[in-house]
């Protein structure tokens, strides 16, 4: 679609092109010559010396006689004489009537216009016509034949119905006859010249071409069609022509593009200065071999046009153009396979562009699209510069720049939509600075299961049931809305991801959907910080709340889990039933928080200590508990390296089953820290005295057996 739009602005496009080619030329003109051809230039100097134009015929032919004397090789007329010279002699006989009869007129030419016929026959002159479709005027032959491979190009070159011709007694004394006038164009920049037009049947040739044939002796041209052998086309288009012994590529039309270099070491003559006769031998040595073009500057003569590298410049020097680039063989051509580059160029350019809009977002794919622009115009300078071919840029810029008008706000669009589904989906289970990183980058969250390391956590409060009991529902309404709303902060604070509240239980877990660097350390520590927010909440409220926390580092699947209907981001698998049954464990040995030994291990320096290894329900490898009782902190403390000596060596005695030397440790002195681990000391006293008093069997294990979860 966007490209079947480019290609229907048609002619408005193609003018934005020519503006680019006409860039190029300005930039880069083409390499100046020296040329074979000059221009004898009837400028207003020459006009002010010899008097008003049109010049009698006499004043022509001695322009003409003296050119072939100075030795030109050919000379080709940007002018037409259309009407008899209103100044001949036999007119003015004639208008004066019998008075006529008292000159003595005797071998005084009657007839300028014959006088220039035949100075004109005995020199190489091209004449020139205008062809036009204004008038079915009737055309002079054409004085060179045409030969051409292929299809007749009278067959498909555009037809003219008439035009504006010489005299006709000069046209059949003049060896040439070449069509000098300009093609018409939406903006009047003459940038290419029909060397071969097709009118009332016949092929006329360019006055550019015909003075070259004329220059050269040569008889006829030879052109050739797309369908003739050796080309690949099909018919209905000119790719060649041949002057002579010199060739020149042409478009579809006939035309020929004209690389402009300004001809700054092109002699311009004034007219005047031929006829005077004067220093002939700086005229001959700037004038001999070279094709003399006759033409004009003075703005009344309206023979000025424009070029994409002069505003105002005679149009005569643009036939010089012509023929000093055949010479030179030095050409500009756009070929007949350069719209189907274009188009496919548009083509790949366009999907490059949807591909980086689609995978890298607005922001890369607005580099993308200067970088690609930049190529198009990088590519076409270079083939215009460099192999002399007009490849138009424009159709693949506007085919990008569609494409990202098009694509760019969808992507806006949508990139938008995840945002908002990003915060609306995780809005309520990460903090807002994580939501944040979601919303900025929804690539990075896998929306699927997905296996990843968590920390999570499990926490209730202690004896809620029996306080739920207690409590009207609007009461209790109020008490977890007092106890979750600080738990939540708290978490959220610390990179948690909130699972689910179930009742006063809390899940939340670490490390996705997000990447959470040291997750096991931030678990624990916003372990601590709810502990230190349970007794804030305590203070505001006269509660007495105490609360059990599980932490468990370990692999789960994480993701969208539920129904089609319904669906939550939550994880599963048996690190989320280990945290749970750790969880559950606090209450049996008292501690507030309970840790595995992978919470442990990776958590770093915080105050650690194990308080026992339990083969817990529903699993038969033990799990090896840890209570965690202070930050960075506590560990570094004298009172806890005093309390890890201590409890480390109970420990290494129950383990030894040395029950009465454990005993013995509990009933002595204890470190002050020690009371925060009471009920864990009365469980191993407990468990000291039965088995004092029955000892275990050989081969224990020291492996407590939790009965529940």
């Not at 060739?247 to 002699?267: I, K, Q, R």
């Not at 270079?382 to 085919?399: K, R, Y």
């Not at 939540?488 to 179930?502: E, M, Q, S």
Request: with cysteine; hydrophobic share 50%; glycine share 10%.
């Amino acid at each position: 679609m966007v490209l079947g739009l480019a290609l229907a602005l048609g002619e408005q496009r193609q003018r934005f092109g020519y503006l680019i080619f006409d860039a190029f030329h300005r930039l880069h003109p083409r390499d100046a010559t020296d040329p074979s051809v000059a221009v004898i230039d009837i400028d207003e100097a020459s006009i002010a010396r010899i008097g008003q134009w049109p010049w009698p015929r006499t004043i022509m032919a001695d322009l003409v006689t003296e050119l072939d004397t100075l030795g030109v090789a050919a000379i080709a007329f940007d002018i037409v004489f259309s009407e008899p010279d209103r100044t001949s002699l036999g007119r003015v006989l004639e208008n004066l009537g019998p008075e006529a009869a008292a000159l003595d007129v005797a071998g005084l030419p009657l007839d300028n216009d014959s006088v220039l016929a035949g100075a004109i026959a005995g020199a190489p002159v091209v004449m020139g016509m205008a062809i036009t479709s204004e008038n079915n005027a009737q055309l002079p032959l054409p004085k060179g034949g045409f030969s051409f491979g292929g299809s007749n190009p009278v067959d498909y070159l555009p037809a003219y119905s008439g035009g504006v011709t010489n005299l006709e007694i000069l046209d059949d004394s003049a060896p040439g006859l070449g069509v000098f006038s300009f093609p018409p164009s939406s903006d009047n920049i003459i940038r290419s010249m029909p060397l071969v037009l097709s009118a009332q049947g016949r092929l006329y040739s360019g006055l550019s071409i015909e003075a070259l044939r004329v220059a050269q002796g040569a008889g006829s041209f030879a052109l050739r069609s797309s369908d003739a052998s050796g080309e690949g086309g099909g018919g209905g288009a000119m790719t060649a022509l041949r002057v002579g012994l010199l060739d020149a590529p042409v478009g579809p039309a006939g035309e020929f593009w004209v690389h402009y270099s300004g001809l700054p070491n092109m002699p311009v003559i004034a007219a005047a200065d031929v006829l005077a006769g004067t220093d002939r031998d700086s005229l001959a040595a700037s004038l001999a071999g070279r094709i003399a073009l006759v033409g004009t500057s003075a703005v009344g003569l309206r023979d000025i046009v424009a070029t994409p590298v002069d505003a105002a410049t005679p149009g005569v020097k643009v036939h010089a153009e012509i023929i000093d680039q055949i010479v030179s063989q030095s050409f500009l051509t756009r070929p007949d396979w350069a719209p189907g580059l274009e188009i496919a160029l548009a083509v790949a350019s366009g999907l490059a562009l949807v591909a980086l809009v689609s995978l890298g977002g607005p922001i890369l794919s607005s580099f993308g699209l200067a970088g690609l622009s930049l190529a198009a115009m990088a590519g076409s300078w270079w083939a215009f510069t460099s192999q002399g071919l007009l490849i138009d840029p424009l159709l693949p810029l506007l085919c990008m720049l569609a494409v990202f008008g098009l694509t760019a706000p969808l992507v806006i669009a949508l990139a938008n939509n995840d945002k908002l589904f990003v915060r609306n989906a995780f809005g309520r289970y990460l903090s807002p600075t994580l939501v944040e990183r979601l919303s900025e980058d929804p690539a990075s969250l896998r929306l699927g299961g997905e296996m990843r390391e968590l920390t999570v956590l499990f926490s209730d409060i202690r004896g809620f049931t029996g306080l739920s009991e207690t409590l009207e529902p609007t009461a209790l309404t109020t008490l977890l809305n007092q106890f979750l709303t600080p738990m939540t902060d708290v978490l959220l604070a610390r990179d948690a991801t909130i699972d689910k509240y179930i009742g006063d239980a809390i899940m939340a877990f670490w490390n996705a959907p997000l990447d959470i660097a040291d997750h096991p350390r931030k678990a624990c520590l916003a372990a601590l910080d709810m502990l230190e927010a349970v007794e804030q909440l305590n203070a505001q409220t006269g509660r007495t709340l105490r609360v059990g926390i599980g932490l468990h580092t370990g692999w789960a699947c994480v993701g969208n889990l539920g129904s089609e209907q319904r669906f939550s981001y939550s994880a599963i698998g048996d690190a989320i039933n280990l945290a749970s049954r750790v969880e559950g464990l606090t209450k049996q040995y008292g501690v507030s928080i309970a840790v595995t030994s992978e919470t442990r291990q990776a958590a770093g320096n915080l105050a650690f200590l194990e308080i026992d290894a339990v083969r817990v329900f529903g699993r038969s490898s033990p799990v090896t508990l840890h209570a965690l009782i202070g930050d960075a902190n506590v560990a570094d403390g004298a009172g806890f390296a005093e309390l890890a000596v201590w409890h480390g060596r109970l420990l290494d005695a129950y383990r030894s089953a040395d029950f009465s030397g454990a005993r013995t440790l509990l009933d002595g002195p204890r470190p002050s820290l020690a009371a925060q681990l009471a009920p864990v000391y009365a469980l191993y006293a407990d468990r000291m005295d039965a088995f004092i008093a029955d000892p275990p069997e050989a081969g224990w294990d020291a492996v407590h057996v939790a009965q529940s979860k």
